[in-house]
């Protein structure tokens, strides 16, 4: 059974930091390519990042240059390094694979005031 749980959100002013993990059980972690995805109130949930198992990452433009994607392929824990954080990035994160899996965790809450 897939399980996927994030953590790390929260309140921050524009410009700010967040660092996003989570933890992903039931799935082949080392064979998959994980990302992590956001919905927008209103919006559809979109990849913003994603890591493949050799370790290259994609990022959705609006992030590039101020995120960044890691993984613990040890532990199962996959990372999300927030920086210089916009109004525009806050919405609720989810962690998954990519292509992502039925099972969605609770996400976590990311919101930048400005």
Do not use: H
Not at 3 to 19: C, H, K, T, Y
């Amino acid at each position: 059974q897939v399980q996927l749980v994030e953590s790390g959100g929260g309140l921050v002013q524009a410009g700010g930091s967040l660092r996003l993990s989570c933890t992903a059980t039931g799935i082949m972690f080392r064979f998959n390519a994980m990302g992590w995805y956001r919905q927008a109130p209103g919006k559809q949930r979109e990849l913003v990042a994603r890591i493949t198992t050799g370790g290259t990452t994609n990022y959705v433009d609006s992030v590039k240059g101020r995120f960044t994607i890691s993984r613990d392929s040890v532990k199962n824990m996959v990372y999300l390094q927030m920086n210089s954080l916009k109004p525009e990035d806050t919405a609720v994160y989810y962690c998954n694979a990519d292509p992502p899996t039925r099972s969605w965790g609770q996400g976590t809450q990311v919101t930048v005031s400005s």
